[in-house]
């Protein structure tokens, strides 16, 4: 089908969002780059391969003349922006991808459709399928992200054949993929399903999500599925596979030996001196169990109260959809939770919980990570969840504890190397707390070992190469096996 095997030459990666933030500053508009869990595990691509990012700048451009100095100031980082009005991004992000389709990803009930997010959602595919298909020589590798593009592979395909070009099409998907009755909650999931499979290459973060996945095009849509990792629908033959996503743990390694987050370690070390620190680090989202997590540590001080002045739990709730109903309510039941943890166990030495509601810098999130005892992470689903990969990057000198959900991605693969536990069970959590702060160190080193192995194994730079690799020869013939 002629298309490129050299990555470096000619890639697209296409999300929602650039990872970049615009603010238009004394008349001009400046660009930098943002954080997110994209950002994190693309970081490592970059080391290796040239390729150019198109997505949503994340401001409405109306005039002509401030898109062309938008697009200017995005060219620096090799950046192409698809400019969006308010009012349809809102209803496409707000709308359909986080009202009704996170939702179902992420094995939520109770969720009501409404069909005009999804004229949206349609519509807002359909512009970026357009735009990236102006752009696309023959030969390009498309790489495209998350739930919020599910149908941009075949509208993009369209597009393509009709302007005579021939592209190598991938996509992944950073959530989980539920079983099949979760799936048949949602009335376009068809047409989500159809999307996808225009791609020629999908890939999951575990084997469980891309089963679903398989198992719902089987049922849904009556596609052949008789051979391991591959689906045959409309005589197209589509490769699944599951790629183990990461971060680069150099990054943390680098900043770890910095003298500012050695002057912080140090500081944060003394004022916690003689008392065993917890840190938690999520972004602030229902599925990832901060109301589970909190009470769960209430019922660990209630069940070991002779720890009160002994142990401190420092939660690091990071904003997120804050123009959203269902996330500002969550913020208001956190902080009320909170406040009652403290008023139930605080002495005249302090409390035994430290809530922030807002983004922490880098450095100081590695200096957090480096004093903690333990990391506890209570998602109730997850794709995967880095930070237990960022939390593992920071620990080579203590040896620190991993207490994770068996519901986050992550405990797929880290399971022998933490102590596991089931968010929705207090008890449970209080048990594997407990248990992670007096493990003796000769098991602590072991655990540490076995994740630090698999962190540093498993980096952002390999997954990215890995796919590309994959999406490359694959496509290097219709036919090629998967």
């Not at 021939?166 to 539920?178: D, E, K, M, N, V």
């Not at 796919?467 to 496509?475: D, G, M, Q």
Request: aromatic residues 10%; hydrophobic residues 40%; negative net charge.
């Amino acid at each position: 089908m002629g298309y490129s095997t050299d990555a470096k030459r000619n890639l697209i990666i296409v999300s929602n969002r650039l990872p970049l933030s615009v603010k238009r500053v004394d008349g001009a508009f400046e660009s930098s780059l943002s954080s997110g869990g994209l950002v994190t595990a693309l970081s490592g691509l970059t080391k290796s391969t040239q390729f150019r990012w198109f997505g949503w700048p994340g401001i409405e451009v109306k005039e002509l003349q401030d898109q062309k100095e938008v697009l200017k100031s995005l060219e620096q980082h090799n950046a192409s922006p698809i400019f969006l009005d308010s009012d349809l991004a809102h209803e496409h992000y707000n709308g359909f991808s986080n009202r009704i389709l996170w939702p179902i990803l992420h094995y939520q009930s109770g969720v009501l459709y409404d069909d005009t997010p999804w004229q949206a959602y349609k519509r807002v595919n359909e512009l970026f399928a357009d735009a990236i298909a102006d752009a696309a020589e023959s030969g390009t590798l498309i790489w495209v992200h998350d739930y919020h593009l599910m149908l941009l592979p075949e509208l993009l395909r369209k597009r393509l054949q009709d302007r005579g070009k021939a592209c190598a099409i991938g996509f992944s998907l950073h959530t989980p993929f539920p079983a099949g009755d979760f799936w048949r909650n949602l009335p376009v999931r068809k047409h989500l399903i159809e999307g996808l499979l225009s791609s020629d290459l999908i890939g999951f973060h575990t084997d469980e999500y891309k089963q679903n996945f398989i198992d719902t095009c089987a049922s849904l849509l009556g596609a052949g599925t008789q051979i391991p990792n591959q689906i045959q629908y409309k005589n197209r033959l589509v490769c699944t596979d599951k790629f183990i996503v990461g971060i680069d743990p150099q990054k943390f390694a680098d900043t770890l030996k910095t003298p500012e987050v050695q002057d912080r370690i140090k500081t944060l070390k003394e004022r916690y001196k003689g008392m065993k620190v917890i840190v938690g680090v999520d972004r602030l989202d229902y599925i990832k169990g901060l109301t589970q997590k909190l009470k769960g540590f209430d019922s660990f001080l209630e069940d070991h109260p002779e720890l009160r002045t002994k142990v401190v739990l420092i939660q690091v709730a990071v904003p997120s959809r804050e123009d959203v109903k269902e996330y500002q309510e969550l913020e208001t039941e956190l902080c009320t939770i909170a406040g009652k943890i403290n008023g139930k166990h605080a002495t005249p030495e302090g409390t035994p919980l430290l809530y922030m509601h807002r983004s922490v810098p880098f450095t100081e999130l590695t200096a957090l990570y480096s004093v903690a005892d333990a990391c506890l992470l209570t998602s109730t689903r997850d794709g995967m969840n880095l930070v237990s990969f960022e939390y593992v990057a920071c620990q080579e000198q203590n040896h620190g504890v991993l207490v994770l959900s068996e519901f986050a991605g992550a405990a797929t693969f880290m399971r022998d190397g933490s102590i596991p536990f089931h968010p929705a069970n207090t008890t449970e959590m209080s048990e594997a707390l407990f248990a992670a702060l007096n493990l003796d160190d000769k098991e602590r080193q072991r655990k540490f070992e076995f994740l630090w192995d698999f962190v540093t194994k498993n980096t952002s730079a390999k997954w990215g190469s890995t796919f590309i690799e994959k999406l490359s020869r694959r496509c290097s013939h219709s036919s090629a096996p998967c």
